[in-house]
């Protein structure tokens, strides 16, 4: 994938998150309509991954080629990971009781995992990356 290719998919998941976490102010919902807050919460936290990939390929938009390949390769397969598991999470979240609260507990704690490795890696792969073009 290229840079510009990829910045473009980026935005546009970004977009569609922020649409998903104002869907009323977007006019995508009414204040009414449970069913449409529901899967725009759905889609929030599919597409929560966007903003922050958005920021690493912003940041890898004008180094070298090299560079943002390092970060692609890890990020194409990593961010498809964290999709899945947030889905899974979703999809299988706890009713309102309390077991709801130890599970919606349990989801965050994942998903603050994989969102810290991704930054952390993503961090570690274009300071590698950039730290190697240099000496070239």
């Known amino acids: 994938m290229t840079k510009k290719t990829s ?19 977007f006019g995508i919902c009414g204040v009414d309509s449970y069913d449409c807050r529901k899967t725009a919460d759905v889609l929030q936290m599919l597409f929560g991954i966007f903003p922050v990939a958005l920021l690493f390929s912003l940041i890898t938009y004008k180094m070298r080629e090299e560079v943002f390949q390092s970060w692609w390769k890890f990020t194409r397969w990593f961010v498809s990971v964290i999709i899945l598991v947030t889905y899974f999470l979703e999809s299988h979240s706890g009713g309102g009781d309390f ?17 810290s490795l991704f930054v952390i890696i993503s961090i570690i792969r274009i300071w590698l990356a950039h730290r190697k073009t240099q000496q070239s």
Not at 13 to 22: K, Q
Not at 107 to 113: M, S
């Open 99 to 115: 077991g709801g609260v130890v599970a919606e507990a349990f989801n965050f704690a994942i998903l603050f995992i994989l969102y």
């Open 7 to 25: 910045l473009i998919v980026w935005i546009v998941g970004t977009f569609i998150f922020l649409a998903a976490m104002y869907p009323i102010n």
